[in-house]
């Protein structure tokens, strides 16, 4: 992608999952790449992984004031994406309501105080990542959908305040990442199977294909106010 060549592109939540093979694709398609999460010592792991002459930086998106003195003290960028989140899964009804604020506070609200504070050059992008629970919810897993939708209006809303610069979101379906790595290897590894036989893409995502559909959205300067689902189909199924 050649039009990212060269241009400033900052992950947050760039250490590992997701957001590692998004600093990884925009790196490898020549833009200048930082990196940002809360844990050091993911960080160093996540440069070694990209190469290059990508930089990292501790952030905890969380911290509004720490979010603020970072975009001060950084020069404008073309392209900001923000996948760092932690949160919480269980039923409404038996999911601790400090939990259900914490998962809120680190999805939704770290995504909106990044929005804020962030120095964006005109047609650049803001990329938000949700979730396909946003359309197709869980009844084990109410919040994390609703936390996902707030996200898709809040890019839609932004996209309208903060134009030229685009806003846009992709939302995934399941995706192999290192959060399911909790998991018994037997449990995940039945767990992927029995998804892809049900999925008509007849396999789970990858962090490189959410990275691409970033990249996309990044790159596509009529690209903006969207929700791009990538699900392998599971809205339908």
Same mark, same amino acid.
């Given at each position: 992608?050649?039009?990212?060549? *060269?241009?400033?592109? /900052?992950?947050? %939540?760039?250490?590992?999952?997701?957001?590692?093979?998004?600093?990884?694709?925009? =790196?490898?398609?020549?833009?200048?790449?930082?990196?940002? @999460?809360? @844990?050091?010592?993911?960080?160093?792991?996540? +440069?070694?992984?990209?190469?290059?002459?990508?930089?990292?930086?501790? /952030?905890?998106?969380?911290?509004?004031?720490?979010?603020?003195?970072?975009?001060?003290?950084?020069?404008?960028?073309?392209?900001?994406?923000?996948?760092?989140?932690?949160?919480?899964?269980?039923?409404?009804?038996?999911?601790? +309501? *400090?939990?259900?604020?914490?998962?809120?506070? @680190?999805?939704?609200?770290? =995504?909106?105080?990044?929005?804020?504070?962030?120095?964006?050059?005109?047609? %650049?992008? /803001?990329?938000?990542?949700?979730?396909?629970?946003?359309?197709?919810?869980?009844?084990?897993?109410?919040?994390?959908?609703?936390?996902?939708?707030? +996200?898709?209006?809040?890019?839609?809303?932004?996209?309208?305040?903060?134009?030229?610069? &685009?806003?846009?979101?992709?939302?995934?379906?399941?995706?192999?990442?290192?959060?399911?790595? &909790?998991?018994?290897?037997?449990? &995940?590894?039945?767990?992927?199977?029995?998804?892809?036989?049900? +999925?008509?893409?007849?396999?789970? %995502? &990858?962090?490189?294909?959410?990275?691409?559909?970033?990249?996309?959205?990044?790159?596509?300067?009529?690209?903006? %106010?969207?929700?791009?689902?990538?699900?392998?189909?599971?809205?339908?199924?």
């Amino acid at each position: 992608m050649q039009q990212l060549k *060269d241009q400033r592109f /900052l992950v947050l %939540g760039g250490s590992s999952g997701i957001g590692l093979a998004t600093a990884r694709a925009a =790196a490898g398609a020549g833009a200048a790449v930082t990196v940002a @999460s809360r @844990s050091r010592h993911k960080l160093d792991a996540a +440069l070694a992984a990209i190469g290059g002459t990508a930089r990292a930086v501790v /952030l905890d998106t969380t911290d509004n004031g720490a979010v603020e003195r970072f975009f001060a003290d950084e020069s404008p960028w073309d392209h900001v994406a923000i996948s760092a989140a932690e949160t919480a899964r269980g039923p409404v009804r038996g999911l601790g +309501l *400090d939990a259900a604020r914490a998962a809120m506070e @680190s999805k939704f609200w770290g =995504a909106y105080q990044v929005a804020r504070a962030a120095r964006i050059g005109p047609g %650049g992008s /803001l990329t938000f990542v949700s979730g396909y629970m946003s359309e197709r919810p869980l009844a084990t897993a109410v919040l994390q959908g609703a936390i996902n939708a707030a +996200l898709e209006g809040l890019a839609r809303g932004l996209a309208l305040e903060l134009a030229p610069v &685009r806003v846009n979101t992709v939302s995934p379906g399941l995706i192999e990442t290192p959060l399911w790595s &909790r998991m018994a290897e037997a449990d &995940r590894a039945a767990m992927f199977a029995n998804a892809a036989e049900r +999925l008509p893409a007849r396999r789970v %995502g &990858r962090p490189e294909d959410v990275a691409n559909a970033v990249l996309f959205l990044a790159a596509t300067p009529f690209a903006t %106010g969207s929700t791009l689902r990538l699900d392998g189909g599971a809205a339908i199924a």
